[in-house]
C-alpha cells in the first residue's frame, strides 16, 4: 500500500509542476489523478464536477460525523457493517502511521 501512497504522491508532484491550477483547487487535482487512473468525464460531466456537486471530501466527512454521532447515541441504524468498520480503522491506522513520519523538507514560500 505504501507504493500506491507513494505514486499517488509522485501524480499529484507532476500534476502540480504541469498544471499550477491545481495547488489551488482540490477538484481539478482530483480530476487530473482520476483520469490518469482512467476515469474521463466528458466536459458536462467535469463542468459539473468543478462546479455544482458536493465535494467527495465533504460527504466523506459528513458520512463520519453521522456515523460517530449515531454510535454515541447508541444507534446502529446508519453504522457500517463490521467488516467494513474493521477495514476503516485499519486504513486510519496505517494512514496515521504514514503521516506521522516527518515530511521531506519543503521549499520555504
Do not use: C
Amino acid at each position: 500500500m505504501s507504493q500506491d501512497f507513494q505514486a499517488l504522491e509522485n501524480k499529484i508532484t507532476y500534476f502540480f509542476s504541469m498544471f499550477p491550477e491545481t495547488k489551488n483547487n482540490d477538484r481539478l487535482l482530483m480530476l487530473k489523478v482520476w483520469e490518469s487512473e482512467g476515469l474521463h468525464l466528458i466536459e458536462p460531466q467535469q463542468k459539473l464536477f468543478l462546479h455544482s456537486v458536493s465535494s467527495p471530501e465533504l460527504i466523506r466527512r459528513l458520512r463520519q460525523r453521522i456515523q460517530q454521532t449515531a454510535r454515541e447515541q447508541g444507534n446502529t441504524t446508519y453504522l457500517p457493517s463490521a467488516e467494513v468498520a474493521q477495514e476503516r480503522e485499519r486504513k486510519e491506522a496505517w494512514m496515521r502511521g504514514l503521516f506521522a513520519t516527518k515530511p521531506k523538507e519543503a521549499t520555504p514560500l
